[in-house]
């Protein structure tokens, strides 16, 4: 029958959402016909929105984000350090089509990973490419590179990231090599991609914690001078969330 060899048609093609539209199209009632341009509409329309989510779908995949974080979920009560208007307007991403940065920092436990990670959600959202990393692991992750001769391929791979979470940023003094391992990626960031930094250090620390002022001196000038830093304050999110959230 024609009907079914259209529907095999556009799955071969790989067009899913047209042909999920195309059955449902066959089953209305003839008195909810539509005209012919309103069905090539809703076809294109299902095609679109398949499409979407399935980019989606992968851009979130390949982020690997720890938690299901969303801007909407975000903590912005009195005191906080991070209001709604601010979240609204990070939420739009236009501080990514303009390269620049964020900063969150706070203590443990006042959801600066959340905010980050709703951040990165938020840019996979609106089509970037995103990664998320512990600034620990990802550190091991070169030293491993650079071992087995996969290093420069794993700063080409972060390069291309037009979002990059550096979460527990100076959570632990840094080796020589670790920190000009963070130079590296930063320097091939700088100007043309976006980077998400969270620590428990305030960005006034930053220098002295990186303890080589020459290193020191060139990742701060390509970090925090284009960057919007948030600071968080208030009780710790896990303590709200634990057994005896009053104690």
């Known amino acids: 029958m024609i009907d079914e ?4 048609k556009l799955c071969e093609m790989k067009l899913l959402g047209m042909a999920e539209a195309f059955l449902e199209l ?4 003839p008195s ?5 341009s309103e069905k090539i509409g809703y076809m294109v329309d299902k095609e679109w929105t398949a499409r979407e989510n399935r980019r989606l779908s992968r851009l979130l995949r390949t982020a690997k984000l720890t938690s299901d974080a969303s ?12 209001a709604k208007a601010v979240v609204r307007d990070l939420s739009k991403c236009r501080w990514i089509e303009h390269q620049h940065n964020v900063i969150c920092v706070g203590k443990t436990g006042c959801g ?13 959202r609106n089509g970037y490419r995103t990664l998320y990393s512990r600034v620990p692991r990802l550190l ?9 001769g996969s290093y420069k391929r794993m700063l080409s791979r972060l390069a291309k990231q037009q979002v990059l979470v550096l979460d527990d940023f100076l959570i632990a003094p840094l080796k020589d090599g670790e920190r000009r391992d963070l130079l590296e990626i930063l320097e091939d960031r700088y100007g043309h991609s976006s980077t998400i930094i969270t620590s428990q250090l305030p960005t006034d620390k930053w220098h002295a914690a ?22 968080l ?15």
């Open 112 to 124: 600066k990973s959340y905010l980050a990670a709703a951040l990165a959600h938020a840019a996979c």
């Open 5 to 8: 060899e259209t529907y095999r």
């Open 71 to 82: 801007m909407e979920d975000v903590w912005t009560t009195p005191g906080r350090g991070v």
């Open 140 to 148: 091991q992750d070169l030293a491993i590179a650079r071992a087995d």
């Open 26 to 29: 066959q089953k209305e009632a």
């Open 32 to 36: 909810n016909q539509r005209s012919f």
């Open 210 to 231: 990186l303890a080589d002022p020459t290193v020191a001196d060139a990742i701060c000038d390509r970090v925090v001078h284009n960057a919007h830093v948030l600071t």
């Open 233 to 247: 304050s208030g009780p710790s999110g896990r303590k709200r969330k634990g057994l005896n959230p009053k104690t």
